[in-house]
């Protein structure tokens, strides 16, 4: 399991692992917990016999530095094509990240950039036709609007492995004009 660690804002700042939630619970740094989801770890005996116990939530803020992360959602293959859930946006067939490519909508060799709204998944087939054409000059039209994820949604794209509580917290900050397709 992994937790969602906040900063004491409610923005989130990093998945950690439960041995790091851990040590942030033994240095009293978690401020609050969000989420129904827990783990317990389970410790050594005392003299009594006595075996000590920590409950980790799922999602904990921290005291601490807090770091601006919105707008800092860096462009990659992985991220994109999860964003796109592993569909190409022109077939609309699902493939494996090794049978996928970044298209480029307007194409780089003119003058189009490698930015959020500019790419799209497209498996090999689909990105070799379209070549270096525009979608409406190859007669392929995308299957959605590409965009830029913001700092939750780059959250949920970064865990493959996201509990149920974490989820309907990332949800809550989506963009809501946007669609997305978390059942994998």
């Known amino acids: 399991m992994l937790v969602l ?9 990093e998945w950690i692992d439960v041995e790091q939630a851990a040590k942030l619970y033994s240095q009293d740094k978690v401020l609050y917990e969000l989420g129904s989801d827990a783990i317990t770890l389970k410790g050594g005996w ?3 016999g006595l075996q000590s116990e920590l409950t980790l939530s799922s999602i904990i803020a921290c005291d601490g530095k807090v770091t601006d992360l919105s707008g800092k959602v860096a462009l990659s293959n992985r991220y994109l094509f999860r964003r796109d859930s592993y569909l190409c946006m022109y077939c609309g ?3 494996t990240p090794k049978q ?7 194409p780089r ?3 189009g950039k490698d ?5 799209a998944t497209a498996c090999q087939r689909c990105n070799h036709a379209k070549a270096a054409k525009t979608p409406e000059e190859a007669n392929m039209p995308l299957l959605a609007v590409p965009f830029r994820p913001n ?4 959250f949920y794209l970064m865990n493959r492995r ?5 989820m309907a917290f990332l949800e809550g900050h989506f963009s809501h004009q946007r669609e997305w397709t978390c059942n994998e």
């Open 5 to 13: 660690r906040l900063n004491k804002a409610g923005m989130p700042q």
């Open 46 to 48: 005392n003299h009594e």
């Open 93 to 95: 067939n699902k493939f």
């Open 100 to 106: 996928l490519t970044r298209d480029h909508i307007i």
């Open 109 to 111: 060799s003119r003058g």
């Open 115 to 119: 930015i959020w709204t500019n790419v």
């Open 151 to 154: 700092v939750y949604e780059r």
């Open 162 to 166: 996201i509990l149920a509580d974490q």
